[in-house]
Structure formats: C-alpha cells, structure tokens
C-alpha cells in the first residue's frame, strides 16, 4: 500500500534563502519533466513565481491534474502549460517534443529532465527496455535530442540556454556503466529483490540509471563546448529528500517501510531536496560542465557546485553512453 510510508515531515532549512537569491526568469520558457510531487513540483513552482513560463511534461493521470491545479493556485501570475510525456513510451515523448515546439515557438531555455523512478521491479517498458532506464535516462536522451533545436534557439537569441539532469548519490555506487542495462533486455536484468546497501538487482538497475544521468551530462557538456554552443549541461543531486520517490518504491517492495522510516531522518525536506536542481536552472553561477548537491555524497544541506567526476566523465563511459543510448532510441544524436 501506498500509505504503508509517513514521511516524516522534515523542517525546511534554506529553500526560502535560495529561492531569494535567484534573478527574474522572465521572458524564459522551462520544460521540466515530473512535476507531480516531489523536487520536480517544487523546481517548476520556483521558475514560475520567478516568472518564466512553465511546461509541466508528466503522464496523464489524477496526479498530474491535481497538481497542475495546485501549481495554477499557487503562482497566480504565472504562464504553466501541461504536456502528456510518458516517459515509459519513446512514441509519447515525440508527441511532447512536438507540443513543446508548438508553445515554444521563441526558443526552450532550461530542458529539465527530472523525473525519475526508483529500485522498482524488473520490468519491460512498451519498448522493451528495463523500466527505470527507459524512465530516468533513455527518454530523457530522446527528449533532449528532440530539444536541441529549441536549445539552440533560445540560445541565440538570449544568450544561453541550459539542460539539467537529475542524478543521486546512487551514481557512486553503480561506478561503471554495463551495456546490458541500455538493451531491451527489460524483464531480465536482475529480478525483483535486491539490496540497497550492496547495489544489488533492483537497486543496481537504478544506480545504473543514476550513472546514466551524470555521464549524459559530461557527453552534453563536452559535446556543446566543442561547438561553442551557449548551451550549458549541468547535473543536480538532491541529497536524499522526503518525496513520493520512496513511497512508490515502498509500495512495489523496494524498501521496507520501517527502514524507510529509520533512513529518511537523515534526510532533508522535499523543499530543501529542491536546492540543487534549481540552482542549475535558474542561477547565473553554475557553469557547464557542473555537478551540484549537497557535497557529492551529502545527504543534506545547501546545495553546492562541483566539477563533473572522473569515473563518469571519461571517454569509454561517454563512448558507452552515446553509442548505446542512440542505439536504443534508433536515432543518431548529433550535436
Ligand atoms: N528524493 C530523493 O531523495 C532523491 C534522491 C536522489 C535522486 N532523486 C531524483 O530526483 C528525481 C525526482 O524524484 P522525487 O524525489 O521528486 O520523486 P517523486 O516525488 O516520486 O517524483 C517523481 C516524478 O517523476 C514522475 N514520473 C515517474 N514515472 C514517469 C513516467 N513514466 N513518465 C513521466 N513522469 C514520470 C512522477 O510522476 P507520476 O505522478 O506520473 O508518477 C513524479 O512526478 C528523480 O530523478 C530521482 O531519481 C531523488
């Protein structure tokens, strides 16, 4: 069951200090992926109240309408727009890339490509890939694939444009991208148990896809840099934050609700989750090329920027990632 898990309701600690700091996002379009709880309801609230319009990409389900309506309460004046993405169908993010490109018409400035699963069972998306890869990374893959002239777009013409992926302390322990895991091989990858604390079955797929996340970053970043292109690639970690991310693995098995419980004490609130993502959206600091959390292993506290890591950002582990990813989504990614 669902509400097997309470959260525990942790205190916000600098979210407001944050969010204060930021310029007005005016005149700025943000697409973000997952807005239906979480850091990416929080992330796409802040850009709106700071101005920009707002694209909210999410599956079509009572979530996404609640809290669309919510978001619509909350941010009197801002411009948000829905868009069906389901992340579990290559088909369905084409159709969004297009909706966006039909709103958009001046250009995307900051792609966010939040949304995510976690530790769920092995199972085979309608493409045949493993459910959490095809969710957190290869979609995103085809979606920001699909973005780029909208990029590149906004780029010229208010000179930068961004795209920030989400990642986790779960990147540390995957260590090494395995091809198996980008294959439709979905259903066979590991089975349904495993251990968070020795990365095993359900948990490996999703440090796999954690990893994928990073690495997608440090091919954007040097990919744009060789171009000269204004398009900035950034990663946000968000420490570990109290979201519906550990209820949903609760309720598929995942987790324990008890340990669930006794782990997220030393978490941080959804708000504070949110420091990371949204300095890579909206702060004029972070360059390309960044990592930012809560240190690179932090559970929490204020989000800070690091250089990308060498155990992702290495030439077979970029190599891996391209070829495979373009290799899923039988399209080539040029930039
Ligand atoms: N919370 C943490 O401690 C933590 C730690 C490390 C990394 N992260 C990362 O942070 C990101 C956001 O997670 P969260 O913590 O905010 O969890 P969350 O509250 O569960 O939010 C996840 C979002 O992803 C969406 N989503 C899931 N499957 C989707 C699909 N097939 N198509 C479109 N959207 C889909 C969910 O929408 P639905 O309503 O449709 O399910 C929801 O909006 C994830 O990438 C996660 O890996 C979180």
């Not at 519906?244 to 324990?256: F, I, N």
């Not at 909206?282 to 929490?300: E, Q, R, T, Y």
Request: charged share 25%.
């Amino acid at each position: 069951m669902k509400n097997s898990y309470t959260k525990p309701n942790l205190k916000t600690k600098y979210f407001e200090d944050l969010f204060n700091s930021l310029p007005s996002m005016e005149n700025k379009s943000v697409a973000i992926t997952g807005t239906t709880s979480g850091l990416g309801f929080y992330a796409a609230e802040s850009a709106a109240k700071l101005g920009a319009r707002v694209l909210l990409l999410n599956r079509p389900s009572d979530r996404a309408e609640t809290s669309y309506a919510l978001l619509n309460d909350n941010c009197s004046n801002g411009e948000l727009h829905k868009v069906d993405c389901d992340l579990q169908s290559f088909e369905s993010v084409k159709s969004a890339s297009i909706k966006v490109s039909e709103i958009c018409t001046d250009g995307l400035d900051v792609l966010c490509n939040n949304a995510g699963v976690m530790a769920l069972k092995d199972k085979a998306t309608i493409d045949g890939f493993d459910v959490q890869m095809q969710t957190n990374h290869l979609s995103h893959f085809l979606l920001t694939k699909l973005c780029m002239p909208l990029l590149d777009k906004a780029s010229q013409l208010r000179n930068e444009a961004r795209i920030v992926n989400h990642s986790s302390i779960a990147r540390t322990q995957a260590k090494k991208l395995k091809e198996k895991f980008f294959e439709k091989k979905g259903g066979s990858l590991g089975g349904d148990k495993g251990s968070m604390i020795f990365g095993t079955g359900r948990w490996e797929r999703y440090a796999q896809t954690k990893l994928a996340n990073a690495a997608f970053t440090a091919c954007l970043h040097e990919k744009l840099k060789n171009k000269n292109s204004k398009i900035r690639a950034m990663v946000a970690h968000p420490g570990l934050a109290e979201s519906d991310l550990q209820s949903t693995t609760v309720e598929d098995g995942g987790l324990s609700s008890l340990f669930t419980k006794y782990m997220m004490k030393f978490g941080q609130s959804e708000k504070d989750g949110t420091l990371g993502l949204l300095r890579c959206i909206a702060d004029p600091k972070i360059n390309s090329g960044s990592i930012v959390g809560p240190g690179l292993k932090g559970a929490k506290g204020k989000a800070k920027s690091f250089p990308l890591e060498s155990f992702y950002d290495n030439d077979e582990t970029k190599n891996l990632l391209w070829t495979k990813s373009c290799e899923a989504i039988s399209e080539n990614f040029e930039i």
